[in-house]
């Protein structure tokens, strides 16, 4: 896997930050999965059920690191 890239967005935050690189993961590890099942090593419904899988990860994620933060200072984020 490639390293990650940088996050520039203005409002930086470490909890963007760690978003934003699981959220690469989430594409690269998704390229994995489409790769296997056009190889033929997955079956369409092995990597659908592995995409969904990680796809609840990524939104618990998001949850946790940028709703959640907003929610901890007082913002509504």
């Known amino acids: 896997m490639e ?18 690189q699981n959220l690469e993961t989430f594409a690269e590890r998704v390229g994995l999965i ?24 990524l939104r618990a994620s998001k949850d946790e690191l940028l709703d959640g933060a907003g929610k901890r200072n007082g913002n509504d984020g």
Request: proline fraction near 2%.
């Open 34 to 57: 489409v790769a296997l099942q056009s190889n033929g090593k997955l079956s369409q419904e092995q990597a659908y059920a592995r995409i969904r899988r990680m796809w609840k990860d």
């Open 3 to 20: 390293a990650h890239g940088s996050y520039r967005g203005a409002d930086w935050s470490p909890q963007r930050l760690v978003f934003h």
